[in-house]
């Protein structure tokens, strides 16, 4: 029985060989059957840019008193508002991802995109003091649970359903989608009026949850395992498939032999996820550029509206023309130069040479002397865009489609982290210098301490190293010796 089963096996792993070599229709066969959870995200995404423009205004009509672009009360809010939001997200994102290989991604995706919906209702209706403070309240909370939620699954609905060297491609296909949603929200933003705009963003995370329930499948291909085209993946097939065959054949041979196998543990603490962690050496080196890369971006996001708004008196319209050709540029970049990258350069490189255009952006914006400089530098956007499909790429390669969950999880977890150490250090530094009591005059000073962690990110990634997994590789040894 137990050889039989083994046989079955192995011939299905041959044949989806055979069918993971068809190159670019295998890509464009996936991409179709990605299309609901694409579509998913495309709705999430419309919904978060779409407010994104005119949440500056808001914040700063509601709690500043008279027109004062410089209030630092609207600068601490937000900072405290992400500094909550990811410490809640820290625990949470591991969590969600351990429970979505255990439970089903779909259900998971259900919650966090209900709640999401009450906090741009409330704005919808009404947007003073009152209002706006319930709705600081419900986004902070909820945001504990949603924030970033949709993008570490639908990654790691990527990751199961699409495997090998057309992993990373299908990230910037996400990526992309995403940035694409941005294009139409911020194009919206534009031309809406305020309370429109946050209705339509309710309504749209309304029919992207409805949406998801109806038409999005769990698995695509229950079948098709890990089938891939470089040695680091189809080590990984051996090694899962070796532990799924011994979990039906050990209650029926009580007398075989058994041995453990590395990722059959269930991870159900932060405890036993960092030791999860600890056990591919690649695997860590990518979360610390992650850690860099995202303290970095969400330092930027504290800081950038508010220096624009007091240098140069952005205002809604300005930030909507400006986020509108970063996501075009973007969008671009990532469906159509990113998949080129990848196969004449390789992941790491297009990881490090994404960090390195992302320093050079921050580093001119902080000593911008004219309007038109925050404009001029959306050509570095794609190296950002760059970065985190790089990184969900690189991390993916380092275990099984049946561990992807965990693994974006903590990444997600540790972007949390970052998320929540930012603000701490940005915001402050950003109110003090864009006031009449800084130690000099830089009111870019914060964009440049940016930079900085940029180029710590930069050098980290120049130590990753093409391999697979030392663990894939010794569990591939023991599998081969039984």
């Given at each position: 029985?137990?050889y ?20 670019g ?10 299309r ?10 419309f919904a ?7 949440m500056t ?23 405290v508002?992400?500094v ?13 991802g ?7 991604i ?8 209900c709640l ?30 949603c ?15 699409v ?27 534009r031309?809406l ?5 946050f ?33 680091g993946?189809?080590?990984?097939q ?61 330092g ?6 508010y ?35 990848v ?59 049946g ?15 970052a ?32 930079a ?10 120049l ?10 590789n ?5 599998v081969?010796?039984?």
């Amino acid at each position: 029985m137990h050889y039989c089963i083994i046989a079955a096996r192995e011939l299905k792993v041959s044949l989806g060989e055979e069918r993971g070599g068809r190159g670019g229709e295998m890509v464009e066969y996936r991409l179709g059957e990605l299309r609901h959870m694409l579509m998913t995200v495309f709705l999430s995404g419309f919904a978060g840019y779409l407010v994104r423009p005119v949440m500056t205004d808001v914040t700063v009509a509601a709690v500043c008193s008279g027109i004062n672009d410089s209030c630092s009360l609207a600068v601490y809010l937000t900072g405290v508002q992400q500094v909550t939001v990811g410490i809640g997200t820290v625990v949470m994102m591991p969590v969600i991802g351990n429970l979505s290989d255990r439970y089903g991604i779909k259900a998971l995706l259900t919650l966090p995109m209900c709640l999401s919906i009450l906090p741009p209702a409330i704005l919808g209706y009404r947007r003073d003091i009152n209002f706006f403070y319930a709705f600081y309240i419900t986004k902070t909370l909820f945001d504990m649970v949603c924030r970033g939620t949709v993008d570490c699954l639908a990654q790691a609905y990527v990751a199961k359903n699409v495997h090998g060297k057309k992993r990373i491609s299908m990230f910037g296909v996400f990526a992309g989608v995403k940035t694409i949603s941005g294009v139409f929200a911020t194009f919206s933003a534009r031309f809406l009026p305020i309370a429109s705009t946050f209705q339509v963003s309710a309504i749209s995370l309304f029919v992207g949850l409805v949406y998801m329930r109806v038409f999005l499948t769990e698995r695509l291909h229950d079948e098709d395992n890990d089938n891939s085209d470089d040695g680091g993946s189809n080590n990984q097939q051996k090694v899962h498939d070796d532990g799924d065959l011994r979990m039906l054949a050990e209650p029926i041979l009580k007398d075989a032999p058994t041995k453990s196998h590395v990722f059959n543990a269930k991870y159900s603490s932060l405890k036993d996820m960092a030791s999860f962690i600890k056990k591919s050496p690649i695997l860590v080196q990518t979360l610390v550029v992650t850690f860099f890369a995202t303290l970095s971006q969400s330092g930027m996001q504290s800081a950038f509206m508010y220096f624009m708004k007091a240098r140069f008196g952005f205002n809604k319209n300005d930030f909507a023309e400006l986020f509108l050709l970063d996501n075009i540029i973007g969008s671009t970049s990532q469906l159509f130069i990113l998949p080129i990258l990848v196969s004449a350069i390789g992941e790491r490189w297009v990881l490090s040479t994404g960090l390195l255009m992302d320093f050079l952006n921050a580093a001119i914006l902080s000593v911008a002397w004219s309007p038109w400089i925050p404009y001029a530098t959306t050509l570095l956007v794609p190296g950002a865009m760059f970065v985190m499909p790089s990184v969900c790429g690189i991390a993916s390669r380092q275990v099984g489609s049946g561990e992807q969950g965990k693994v974006q999880g903590c990444i997600a977890g540790v972007k949390s982290l970052a998320g929540v150490i930012a603000p701490c250090v940005f915001s402050p530094l950003t109110a003090l210098f864009l006031s009449e009591n800084a130690p000099f005059y830089f009111p870019g000073f914060s964009l440049l301490c940016i930079a900085f962690s940029l180029m710590i990110g930069f050098f980290q990634s120049l130590l990753l190293k093409d391999l697979p997994s030392p663990l894939v590789n010794k569990a591939t040894s023991k599998v081969a010796t039984h």
